[in-house]
């Protein structure tokens, strides 16, 4: 079974468009499990609603805890999860229907790796993201959070609350460490809408051309401390 789990603060105006991509899948061996961290518009609300609405084999779950930012929300779906593969989804994310079956195919033939993932779209943006390779992982973030895990390869600690940005990496590297490597799906499995989870994306010429900008401050300061965390500097 795999556990999707769906950290969600203040997403009710996209959160259904979501669970809606994630009851039309076609694996249907999943369980859903949504940690609202502290959403004060309504998100609860129009769960229950789209809740009574459908009807299905598949668990659904809803859980809410004082806002404590995605990585403890995570965390809490993870404790609380029993499936044997691991689908952290964002609440502003649309899954292709076939993007379960795919991922867990595609991992399943590669039993070297800990967990698949794909390439996305971010609006009219394709990150493409590519093989692999671990040199490219120490020296860049560029795997999403979007991935499916083994559950016996998460880490123990589970995400690191204390990193406020690039967690993604954080958490890949952390696995890296271990020994735990992915494996690629070159297809696009899913589509962010901007205004979310990584809506503070720039082009790569902005990093080089525009370093006074107060994002980029943030994004190479953010760098720096996963890399200090991972010995990488």
């Given at each position: 079974?795999?556990?999707?789990?769906?950290?969600?603060?203040?997403?009710?105006?996209?959160?259904?468009?979501?669970?809606?991509?994630?009851?039309?899948?076609?694996?249907?061996?999943?369980?859903?499990?949504?940690?609202?961290?502290?959403?004060?518009?309504?998100?609860?609300?129009?769960?229950?609603?789209?809740?009574?609405?459908?009807?299905?084999?598949?668990?659904y779950f809803f859980i809410n805890q004082k806002n404590q930012?995605?990585?403890?929300?995570?965390?809490?779906?993870?404790q609380e999860s029993k499936g044997e593969y691991l689908f952290?989804?964002?609440?502003?994310?649309?899954?292709?229907?076939?993007?379960?079956?795919?991922?867990?195919?595609?991992?399943?033939?590669?039993?070297?790796?800990?967990?698949?993932?794909?390439?996305?779209?971010?609006?009219?943006?394709?990150?493409?993201?590519?093989?692999?390779?671990?040199?490219?992982?120490?020296?860049?973030?560029?795997?999403?959070?979007?991935?499916?895990?083994?559950?016996?390869?998460?880490?123990?600690?589970?995400?690191?609350?204390?990193?406020?940005?690039?967690?993604?990496?954080?958490?890949?590297?952390?696995?890296?460490?271990?020994?735990?490597?992915?494996?690629?799906?070159?297809?696009?499995?899913?589509?962010?809408?901007?205004?979310?989870?990584?809506?503070?994306?720039?082009?790569?010429?902005?990093?080089?051309?525009?370093?006074?900008?107060?994002?980029?401050?943030?994004?190479?300061?953010?760098?720096?401390?996963?890399?200090?965390?991972?010995?990488?500097?």
């Open positions: 079974m795999i556990s999707i789990i769906i950290p969600v603060y203040n997403g009710a105006a996209k959160i259904i468009q979501t669970l809606k991509s994630i009851q039309n899948q076609t694996y249907r061996d999943f369980e859903v499990i949504i940690v609202n961290d502290g959403s004060t518009d309504g998100t609860e609300n129009v769960c229950a609603d789209y809740f009574k609405k459908i009807t299905a084999d598949n668990s930012g995605a990585p403890a929300a995570r965390n809490r779906g993870w952290f989804c964002d609440a502003d994310a649309t899954l292709h229907p076939q993007a379960l079956d795919i991922l867990i195919n595609d991992l399943e033939s590669h039993p070297e790796a800990s967990y698949a993932y794909s390439s996305f779209m971010w609006g009219k943006k394709l990150f493409k993201l590519g093989e692999f390779i671990p040199e490219k992982l120490q020296k860049m973030p560029y795997i999403h959070t979007m991935a499916l895990i083994r559950r016996n390869d998460f880490p123990e600690s589970g995400w690191d609350i204390n990193i406020k940005k690039l967690q993604d990496w954080d958490l890949w590297l952390t696995m890296l460490d271990k020994n735990k490597i992915g494996v690629w799906v070159p297809q696009v499995l899913f589509f962010v809408s901007p205004g979310g989870t990584i809506s503070s994306w720039l082009p790569s010429f902005a990093y080089k051309l525009f370093p006074f900008l107060p994002a980029v401050k943030k994004y190479k300061k953010a760098l720096n401390i996963v890399k200090e965390k991972h010995g990488l500097l």
